[in-house]
């Protein structure tokens, strides 16, 4: 049985799913921040994430999350158990230190035809290979993230770890 989340440092689930199937196979569905995110509009980030909440497992939080950004029929499609935890990275957040646990799973055009996008992100996602990873850049404030491709920096280097 998975433990409980401690709550020494803040949890956040990153989950990046590759396309299996399609034009698209290969390559990873990022989520685009819309202009109506409060903070960080246009930065990109896994195909869904999020934080741990008080008394949540890690996979908890990655059901949870699924349902909330993607839809409940898509939620419903996903083999969770299939999903591999291959990255945990510190990261700063405000004034403490928190933990990204990103996991890797597959992801079919069936799936993607189930989504329903939430309403902080842009309507459709923004996919990426291999050889894209160049055009990608780490969040940094002087970066205009409406022209650039960014993401956060512990999502930038798990990205960069996936595509390994």
């Known amino acids: 049985m998975e433990k409980k989340v401690k709550k020494e440092k803040r ?5 990046w799913l590759v396309m299996t199937d399609g034009l698209m196979k290969g390559k990873v569905p990022l989520q685009r921040r819309s202009d109506k995110e409060p ?3 246009y930065i990109c980030q896994p195909t869904w994430n999020g934080w741990v909440e008080d008394g949540e497992t890690l996979m ?15 939620a419903n499609s996903v083999d969770f158990n299939s999903l ?9 957040y405000k004034d403490d230190k928190a933990v990204c646990n990103s996991y890797r799973g597959r992801l079919s055009i069936r799936q ?13 996602f923004v996919f990426i290979g291999l ?3 160049a055009n990608i850049k780490p969040f940094d404030k002087e970066i205009n993230a409406k022209e650039q491709l960014t993401l956060f ?6 990205l960069l770890k996936l595509f390994q």
Request: aromatic share 12%.
């Open 153 to 158: 920096k512990d999502q930038y280097e798990a």
């Open 84 to 92: 591999e935890l291959f990255d945990q990275r510190e990261f700063n």
């Open 60 to 74: 908890d939080a990655v059901k949870r999350e699924a349902t909330e950004e993607l839809g409940e029929e898509f």
């Open 11 to 15: 949890n956040s689930v990153a989950i």
């Open 131 to 133: 050889e894209d990873i």
């Open 112 to 124: 993607i035809d189930l989504i329903s996008m939430h309403d902080f992100s842009e309507p459709e």
């Open 39 to 41: 903070t960080f509009a």
